[in-house]
């Protein structure tokens, strides 16, 4: 079955830095991939998402981009901040029920 | 403001004793579905409803029963609850099943099983 695997955590770093979280999908036909962040104490919400091959989606200074000959969707950014800090989630929507297929979440921490 | 609603917010119950978690939205969204969220497994499927009256199982449903009776609300009923059904659990709704629809979320609610 369709599957989504997470570079694991938790990940730990400076202001400042540079982002990169791994994510790679295994899926039939062609779905939308998407990022969720969770931050503490609250429920989930888009970050961004991909519809089709090729497709960079970008938000808040995220970017990922959608890559079927890697079946990779990895999120990027170029100077984290403190306040990005929260729960990643990597996800594929399947074409059956409309159900989303999560990764396990990686955990980033961004210290002043 | 577009919002899912989900309550109670924190639940500490009893094996065996009857629970209803209560999910709502105000977008009109025909598609909502449940999700328990437990550490290293991300979040997974109980069940979805595509409409009022329709509902089937996701990849967890053991345990859990759900209803669609009206299209804004979608609860989470567990008949007899066992310590594994300790988790965070999350409502969502869609405006479709459509592949590239975003899914709005509620805040959770954190049940421990005792």
């Known amino acids: 079955g369709n599957s989504v695997t997470q570079m694991e955590g938790p990940v730990t770093l400076s202001e400042e830095a540079f982002l990169t979280i791994n994510c790679t999908y295994t899926a039939t036909g062609y779905p939308s991939l998407f990022w969720y962040v969770q931050y503490p104490g609250e429920g989930l919400q888009l970050l961004l998402k991909?519809?089709?091959?090729?497709d960079k989606g970008s938000n808040k200074g995220f970017e990922a981009t959608y890559r079927k000959e890697t079946t990779s969707f990895h999120l990027e950014k170029g100077s984290v901040q403190v306040s990005d800090s929260a729960v990643y989630f990597c996800?594929?929507?399947?074409?059956?029920?409309?159900?989303?297929?999560f990764g396990q979440g990686t955990e980033l921490s961004v210290k002043p | 403001e577009a919002q899912v609603t989900q309550n109670p917010r924190y639940l500490i119950t009893v094996t065996g004793k009857k629970l209803t978690v209560t999910c709502s939205q105000n977008m009109n969204h025909e598609y909502m579905s449940w999700y328990r969220q437990d550490p290293g497994l991300g979040l997974r499927q109980i069940y979805y409803s595509m409409n009022v009256e329709v509902t089937d199982k996701g990849d967890v449903p053991e345990g859990y029963k759900v209803s669609r009776k009206e299209k804004r609300n979608f609860p989470l009923i567990l008949e007899s609850p066992s310590p594994n059904q300790t988790s965070l659990y999350f409502c969502?709704?869609?405006?479709?099943?459509?592949?590239?629809?975003?899914?709005?979320f509620g805040q959770g609610t954190r049940l421990t099983v005792v």
């Open positions: 996800a594929l929507s399947e074409w059956q029920g409309g159900k989303l297929i």
């Open positions: 991909a519809t089709k091959a090729d």
């Open positions: 969502a709704s869609r405006n479709s099943d459509r592949l590239n629809t975003e899914a709005f």
